[in-house]
T-cell receptor, first 113, second 111 residues
Framework: SQTIHQWPATLVQPVGSPLSLECTVEGTSNPNLYWYRQAAGRGLQLLFYSVGIGQISSEVPQNLSASRPQDRQFILSSKKLLLSDSGFYLC????????????FGPGTRLTVL | DQQVKQNSPSLSVQEGRISILNCDYTNSMFDYFLWYKKYPAEGPTFLISISSIKDKNEDGRFTVFLNKSAKHLSLHIVPSQPGDSAVYFCAATESNYQLIWGAGTKLIIKP
């Protein structure tokens, strides 16, 4: 069966520091991968998605970037965090032949102070 | 422009009764609709979906209804249980890799 991992689970970082969040998927090949952010009391905002290694589409221009160095690895990064980057970050995957359902990881709670 | 709207931020229902969560959309090209459930500090979990060629899909206590002419779908949970208390998200897609999400409805089941 497929599983998706995210780490760290929680992170507290000062303003201006760098960020690296990692997401890996097991049990599937060539998944579509997604990064979302949920701000407090808000819905899900799609940040990036990837249909293959090295292929990244950005939905919202911002302080963040994403990379996909391997088929089942998706990384969310920032060079300098802003206070507004605080939120709950979710990684999701979907299989090309598996329909439209996206399956989510446990999330990372990021607090920027 | 919100293409998927959940107009009720919260809903309170007595345990054992029916919970009805609503979702409206504006894009007539959407061909697949999904409902997710989310507990605090966890990722959303997929609940149930429906294709635009159907008007009803049922899975246990969960039923999703789709009214294409009204661009409206609803999730019925019956009977409601305490563990159903969560935030419910509606999502839609044109089957093009992306899901468009509603803002969510917080469901509270009262004992």
């Amino acid at each position: 069966s497929q599983t998706i991992h995210q780490w760290p689970a929680t992170l507290v970082q000062p303003v201006g520091s760098p960020l690296s969040l990692e997401c890996t998927v097991e049990g599937t090949s060539n998944p579509n991968l997604y990064w979302y952010r949920q701000a407090a009391g808000r819905g899900l905002q799609l940040l990036f998605y990837s249909v293959g290694i090295g292929q990244i589409s950005s939905e919202v221009p911002q302080n963040l970037s994403a990379s996909r160095p391997q088929d089942r690895q998706f990384i969310l990064s920032s060079k300098k965090l802003l206070l507004s980057d605080s939120g709950f970050y979710l990684c999701a995957w979907t299989g090309l032949a598996g329909g439209n359902e996206q399956f989510f990881g446990p999330g990372t709670r990021l607090t920027v102070l | 422009d919100q293409q998927v709207k959940q107009n009720s931020p919260s809903l309170s229902v007595q345990e054992g009764r029916i919970s009805i969560l609503n979702c409206d959309y504006t894009n007539s090209m959407f061909d697949y609709f999904l409902w997710y459930k989310k507990y605090p500090a966890e990722g959303p979990t997929f609940l149930i979906s429906i294709s635009s060629i159907k008007d009803k899909n049922e899975d246990g206590r969960f039923t999703v209804f789709l009214n294409k002419s009204a661009k409206h779908l609803s999730l019925h949970i019956v009977p409601s249980q305490p563990g159903d208390s969560a935030v419910y998200f509606c999502a839609a897609t044109e089957s093009n890799y992306q899901l468009i999400w509603g803002a969510g409805t917080k469901l509270i089941i009262k004992p």
